[in-house]
């Protein structure tokens, strides 16, 4: 089955009421996790961000606090699995400042982390590609959190 495009979804969205729009917007909501997070967020937090970015925070402390140090593989691909969370999380926000102060903390988080990723070159390359995409993304913001961003951004060195 191929999918509808936009402009025809919106159209038909249009002649739909609201107990109809309710309806299909609790179906979705069903079959997807990623679905319902993202109405979570538009319902709940995004008029608070400061308070969804805490949130993020707390749950990105307990993900690198549950991951297995006991080798190397299992702590890339916890990490990678955070990453992606914390990608999935981005996409919700589509805020550009809310993007950079969370790949931060993931980088501080990374930095941080014992055993060091400083042993392991997939861990460095991550870490490393996160740097690179915080710098490319500090350069659309404002003058003053381009500096202050800048200035985190220069910390993180090992």
């Keep these: 089955m191929k999918p509808a495009s936009l402009a025809q979804l919106k159209k038909e969205l249009k002649y739909k009421s609201s107990e109809e729009l309710e309806a299909l917007v609790l179906r979705l909501t069903k079959h997807k996790t ?3 997070e993202l109405l979570t967020y538009l319902l709940f937090d995004v008029d608070d961000e400061a308070g969804f970015i805490e949130s993020i925070k707390q749950d990105l ?9 006991t080798n190397f ?12 969370t914390l990608k999935r999380y981005i996409r919700y926000s589509q805020n550009k400042e809310t993007e950079v102060e969370l790949l931060l903390y993931f ?4 930095a941080a982390f014992s055993p060091s990723i ?8 991550v870490y490393g ?4 995409m915080i710098a490319k993304k500090i350069t659309v913001l404002h003058e003053d959190l381009q500096y202050d961003y800048t200035q ?6 090992f």
Aim: net charge positive; proline share 0%; aromatic share 8%.
């Design 34 to 36: 990623e679905n319902k």
């Design 73 to 84: 593989y299992y702590i890339k691909k916890s990490i990678r699995k955070i990453l992606r």
């Design 118 to 125: 400083q042993n392991n070159k997939a861990m460095l390359y």
């Design 129 to 132: 590609k996160q740097k690179e």
């Design 152 to 157: 985190e951004l220069e910390q993180l060195s």
């Design 61 to 69: 402390n307990g993900l690198f606090e549950e991951i297995n140090t």
């Design 107 to 110: 980088c501080k988080k990374m």
